[in-house]
């Protein structure tokens, strides 16, 4: 798996640049993307397409036994220990309104297990890099998830796609509202998790998670010594349902609310 990891490392990152430069283009453009309505929640744009496009003819030359899940193409489902997940465009409504949060996310598994994550905001210049018992990083340097208490915790959280999931997402928010807590949504699971190891919010909370939108973050997260839970405590897996990322320190106190949604 490390001669695999060192192969591919660079190419990967190049190739997430490559993807990110070219949303930067058209983002600053400011030409209109052809829109498409996936469901009443989500949107596509042409810019999801190309970004994607970008991205999966190199991936498939470069590994193409490997199995992927990408957010548009969906899974290919070839059977192989190594699996890419692909988010060519997070936060597409960010894109397409003119809101700068939205990045490229790629991230490696091996055997179900992430090794390899990388996540890139063009526009703010944010590049995120992770690697398994190697660390995180935002722009070559060193990060940290922050040290902050439960009490002093700044919140990020997603609403979600599906009925449900937006109906839970509103009892979190109320929930640490009215708690006094400040709770916030960027638009953009990449960046929020990037934000979570970077230290400058205090967790994450989903109750949605295609593996596209998580696993990168995940990793970055965990290797800036965070963690990564389900609703209900248990790690953070493939199959999980929703999401809770932290700094490790106020997972009891938020865990004991999510647990009885």
């Known amino acids: 798996m490390d001669i695999v990891r060192q192969k591919i490392k660079g190419g990967v990152a190049a190739l997430v640049k490559k993807a990110g430069l070219e949303l930067l283009k058209i983002f600053q453009s400011g030409k209109k993307n052809h829109l498409k309505f996936k469901s009443k929640h989500e949107i596509a744009t042409s810019a999801d397409f190309l970004a994607e496009k970008i991205i999966l003819q190199k991936i498939k030359t470069l590994t193409p036994s490997w199995r992927i899940i990408s957010e548009e193409k969906g899974d290919n489902k070839k059977k192989s220990d190594y699996l890419w997940t692909i988010d060519p465009l997070d936060g597409t409504t960010n894109f397409y309104m003119g809101n700068p949060l939205f990045g490229v996310q790629i991230c490696l598994l091996y055997k179900n297990e992430p090794q390899l994550a990388w996540i890139y905001a063009p526009v703010i210049n944010e590049f995120y890099f992770a690697q398994k018992?190697?660390?995180?990083?935002?722009?070559?340097?060193?990060?940290?998830?922050?040290?902050?208490?439960?009490?002093?915790?700044?919140?990020?959280?997603?609403?979600?796609?599906?009925?449900?999931?937006?109906?839970?997402?509103?009892?979190?928010?109320?929930?640490?509202?009215?708690?006094?807590?400040?709770?916030?949504?960027?638009?953009?699971?990449?960046?929020?998790?990037?934000?979570?190891?970077?230290?400058?919010?205090?967790?994450?909370?989903?109750?949605?998670?295609?593996?596209?939108?998580?696993?990168?973050?995940?990793?970055?997260?965990?290797?800036?010594?965070?963690?990564?839970?389900?609703?209900?405590?248990?790690?953070?897996?493939?199959?999980?349902?929703?999401?809770?990322?932290?700094n490790g320190i106020i997972d009891k106190n938020i865990l004991q609310f999510l647990k009885k949604l």
């Open 133 to 246: 018992n190697k660390g995180a990083f935002l722009n070559n340097k060193k990060i940290k998830v922050s040290k902050n208490k439960f009490s002093h915790a700044l919140l990020t959280y997603c609403h979600g796609a599906k009925e449900g999931q937006i109906k839970q997402a509103l009892k979190i928010y109320q929930h640490f509202k009215l708690k006094g807590f400040d709770i916030r949504q960027l638009g953009s699971a990449a960046l929020e998790f990037g934000w979570v190891a970077k230290g400058r919010t205090d967790c994450y909370i989903s109750p949605s998670a295609n593996p596209w939108d998580i696993y990168p973050g995940v990793l970055v997260v965990k290797e800036a010594g965070g963690t990564a839970y389900d609703f209900h405590g248990k790690p953070w897996t493939l199959n999980s349902p929703n999401v809770f990322a932290s």
